[in-house]
């Protein structure tokens, strides 16, 4: 059985008067460890399925099952409990807090769950490459550290599922290709299972599987 699995999952939004269909009936399976990129035109559903995926939003219809549990049975809380142990985030906008430094934005998700900051978050900055710039606010920081930075923040504490939203659509080609690179790397070390929405051809191509995503279904 699947790390992740999506069962007939549909997702619809009011947007005035008009109902947006954004998921319907979508079937995905992701194993522990795979990597897996997700495109599809802007407005295809991408985000949604994230969001939906990591239990930050819920569907209308069908089964969103992580790890051997269904996460429309969680509560609330349980749900954010599990994000915190088990789902890390990187968006296109990196989300740092702007007022903590590097170390302590990698070192909040683990402070959360009521864990100590301890050597993981040193190391984990040091692999992405970011030690001589542990004290410094996400300000002082060029889009690519901000970007590795964050990367460090979604797996300091070792999840077992990444998801990443455009993680280099904010990024020029070289430097979204470097942020790629320590991505791929660093989930490998985890043994994190990957999945990324990406419009970049490219970066999707480094997956082991390419879904997709058009008119609510991935194909
Ligand atoms: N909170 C919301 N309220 C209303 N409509 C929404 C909401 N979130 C998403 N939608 C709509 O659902 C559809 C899917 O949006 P989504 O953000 O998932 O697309 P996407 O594939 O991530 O697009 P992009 O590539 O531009 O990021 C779009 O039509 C969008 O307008
Ligand atoms: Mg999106």
Redesign the pocket.
Known sequence: MGLLRLDGVSKR???GRED?V?LDGVELEIDAGEFVSLV??????????LHLAGGIDQPDDGLVTFDGRDLGRLSVGERARLRRKKIGFVFQFFHLIPTLTVAENVALPLLLDGRRADGAVADTIAQVGLSERARHLPGELSGGEMQRAAIARALVARPRLLLA??PTGNLDSATGKEVLDVLVTEVLEVGAALLM?T?DERAAGRAGRVLN?RDGNVS
């Open positions: 939004f009011r947007r947006v954004a599809g035109p802007s407005g295809s559903g991408k985000s949604t399925l939203d455009e929405a419009h995503l």
